[in-house]
DNA sequence: CTCATACGCAACCAAAGGTTGCAGGAGGAT
DNA sequence: ATCCTCCTGCAACCTTTGGTTGCGTATGAG
C-alpha cells in the first residue's frame, strides 16, 4: 500500500484557493459571470488595489484570465484550471479521510484484542 | 434553488489547513501517530519554534490536542474536528463544481441555440 | 550532581494582505 | 476640440503572519 503524502499537489493553487478573499472573488465570477477589480471590490469588503492584486494572484495561478476592454479590464474564471483545483482538494481530504479510517481500523482492532 | 454562497465556512479551519507546512504536519501526525515540536521539526524544513508556533494555531483551531509528558508536549489529531475540515474542503468544491457545470450547461444550451 | 535535551519566551526579519494617494488613458457630454 | 468622469495602474506605507536566532529554564539520564 502506498503510503505517499498527498503532497505532491500544486503549492501555487492551493495557496490561491486558501485565501477567503479569493474564494469569494471565485464565487462571484462563477455566480454572476465576468467581471472587473472595481465590480468586484464593491460586492467585497476590501477596496479595489487589494482585489487587484488579488486577480494578478488568480490569474498568476490560472485560475482567472483577464481580457481588456476599452477602458475595463474584465477577468473570468479558467474553468478547466479551476476543476483541477477542485480535484486537488478533494484529493487532499481523500487522503486524510483514508488515514482516519485506518486509524479507526487499528482502534477497533485493539479493542478486540482487550475484549479477548 | 439556492445560490447562497458555500462561504459560511468556518475561516479559522480554513486557514488553518491553508498553510502548507500545517498540512504536512497534519499529515506526518496522521501517518505516524502523535508527536512533539521537536520530532516534527525533523521531519520538516522548518526550525522547531515554527513548529511550535503551527501547532498553536491547529490546537486553537481545535484540530489538533496536545497533552504534557514530563519533558515532553505530545500533540495528536483531534480527529472529529479534521473530518469536520475535511466535510468543509468538499463542501466548498461541490459548490464550485456545482457552478461548473451549470455554466457548461448554460454554454450548450447557447450552442444548441446557433445551430437551429 | 551534572549534563544533555525539550521546552517556552522575546527580538527580529521578510513576505503577504490591506490601505491611501496620485497620475494617466478611454468615453461621453457640451 | 474640451471638459469631466470613470476605470485603471503604480508607489508608499501599515499590520499580520510564517520564519529565524538567541536565551533562560525545567526535566530526565548518567
Known sequence: MSLAVAEDVDDELWSAVGDPTRRRMLDLLLASGP???????????????AVAKHLQV????GLVHGTT?????????????????VAQLASVGASWEARLQRIKRIAEAIQRDREV
Chains 1, 2 share one sequence.
Open 69 to 85: 476592454a476599452g477602458r475595463e479590464r474584465r477577468y473570468q474564471v479558467d474553468e478547466a484550471q479551476l476543476a483541477r483545483a
Open 58 to 61: 488568480l490569474d498568476h495561478a
Open 35 to 49: 467581471g472587473t477589480a472595481t465590480s468586484l471590490s464593491d460586492q467585497l469588503p476590501v477596496t479595489r488595489q
